[in-house]
């Protein structure tokens, strides 16, 4: 059965907004769920049906898939914060939408999950990897793929989660900063990590729900490559960009600093220190790993094509990541 009616949960965040994008362009005309609505401005442009709702909304929920036959669900509190913070959207927003989703009909469910769900591996990970998370983010997410699946399941809703590695692209809050020209990492970058440019993360969401695959799967680019690496080629094309790398303990000490000062705000942060945990961990993935199974190949398959093309973006973009929208 053919992808027809599909609801976008995260529409306005960085990979959501692309993944609305593809299909906007693809002519299915999305329904996107936004719940601040200022936020909405983002999507004024495609050619999608907002709608405005909230993951801890069940009501809005029902609303939402209404007469949809797709969900492809990324909305979350992206942030590598402690379990109390990213539970409510991550775990208990998404155990929402699949009960709405079911009461509807709805015969696919699309859930972007992360490679946090692992700990630090140093053998690329593949379908036999055990999961093993390190942080509560990661934990949630592994908490949130078991509960979908099980629903789906008695259901006999068509599930799968696709486990994305780091998805970079000149919305995120890496390339925020590299735009300002300097950046400080936790870490000497010399672990190796699995990257995705935002655009292919997006195709495979698009066709992981079009295909009705059913299952759990990681993913990445061809190569994967370490932060330093990552940088190295980041300045190659953008001389000016300047890195300054901390050792972890400092880094983690003024993660915690910046962590309680955000949370004094009421305000979500990345700058945790399980967040300079997760940034130091080894997390490759084999290569071909879901592209093969959905018959697609990545567009740009090392940061080596993936970084020029995200550049060549940041020239016309000006972009306000979720996290640093506090209103």
């Known amino acids: 059965m053919s992808m027809r009616r599909v609801l976008v949960t995260g529409s306005t965040g960085f990979i959501g907004w692309e ?106 990970i593949d379908r036999s990897t055990p999961a093993h998370p390190i942080s509560d983010y990661g934990r949630a997410k592994l908490e949130a793929e078991r509960l979908l699946e099980h629903k789906a399941r008695e259901t006999r809703m068509a599930f799968c989660a696709v486990r994305l590695p780091h998805v970079y692209g000149a919305r995120d809050a890496v390339f925020e900063s590299i735009r300002r020209g300097r950046l400080l990492v936790p870490g ?65 000490a003024g993660a915690f600093c910046l962590e309680t000062m955000a949370h004094l705000r009421g305000w979500q942060t990345l700058q945790t220190p399980a967040g300079v945990r997760s940034w130091n961990l080894n997390l490759p993935v084999k290569k071909g790993l879901l592209w093969e199974e959905l018959g697609l190949q990545p567009l740009f398959p090392t940061i080596h094509q993936g970084i020029p093309a995200v550049l060549d973006d940041c020239v016309a973009y000006r972009w306000l990541h979720p996290l640093r929208d506090h209103r």
Not at 53 to 82: N, W
Not at 216 to 244: C, G, R
């Open 19 to 124: 993944v609305a994008r593809v299909l906007s362009e693809e002519g299915l005309r999305p329904r996107l769920l936004v719940r601040r609505m200022h936020r909405g401005m983002l999507v004024s442009p495609m050619d999608a049906e907002p709608v405005a709702g909230d993951l801890l909304s069940p009501s809005s929920l029902r609303r939402a898939v209404e007469g949809m036959d797709t969900v492809i669900h990324l909305a979350a509190r992206a942030s590598f914060e402690a379990y109390a913070y990213v539970k409510p959207s991550i775990v208990d927003g998404s155990k929402n939408l699949i009960h709405a989703a079911a009461e509807e009909g709805v015969q696919c469910f699309a859930y972007a999950s992360s490679l946090l769900v692992y700990g630090n591996q140093k053998a690329p």
């Open 188 to 252: 000497l970058g010399r672990n190796i990590y699995a990257h995705l440019h935002v655009t292919d993360a997006a195709r495979v969401m698009v066709g992981a729900a079009r295909q009705r695959f059913e299952g759990i799967l990681p993913v990445a680019d061809d190569e994967p490559a370490t932060w330093k690496t990552f940088f190295q080629v980041v300045k190659e094309y953008y001389p000016s960009f300047k890195k300054l790398a901390l050792p972890g303990p400092i880094s983690a």
